[in-house]
């Protein structure tokens, strides 16, 4: 069993930078792929970066590769989300996920969700 909160969403400028968390109880935590995933009013969820258990390899949708970076601490049973260069088209609810399944970023493949954080970049 894994829980998940997430936190670090709020209001900024295109341009803007947030930096979200998201802090995971569980003693199987290090042991999973973690995600992030987003959804925009009237739109799917869709993935946005996930990690490896030992944190050596990411993956990012095209949409934000170069401007986000996923990081994790097993340590501190937390991931990280560092969002640059926000752009209005981010706007979404932000949710992460754990899955047993390596590599993967089908949404379907994640087991355990957060709660979501909204994330609102302004014009």
């Known amino acids: 069993q894994v829980q998940l909160v997430e936190s670090g969403g709020g209001l900024v400028q295109a341009g803007g930078s947030l930096r979200l968390s998201c802090a995971a109880s569980g003693r199987t935590f290090s042991s999973r792929l973690m995600g992030w995933f987003r959804q925009a009013p009237g739109k799917e969820r869709e993935f946005v970066a996930a990690i490896s258990r030992s944190g050596s390899s990411t993956y990012y949708a095209d949409s934000i590769k170069g401007r986000f970076t996923m990081s994790r601490d097993n340590a501190g049973n937390t991931i990280y989300l560092q969002m640059n260069n926000l752009k209005p088209e981010d706007t979404a609810v932000y949710y992460c996920?754990?899955?047993?399944?390596?590599?993967?970023?089908?949404?379907?493949?994640?087991?355990?969700w957060g709660q979501g954080t909204q994330v609102t970049v302004s014009s």
């Open positions: 996920a754990a899955s047993w399944v390596l590599g993967t970023t089908q949404v379907q493949d994640y087991r355990y």
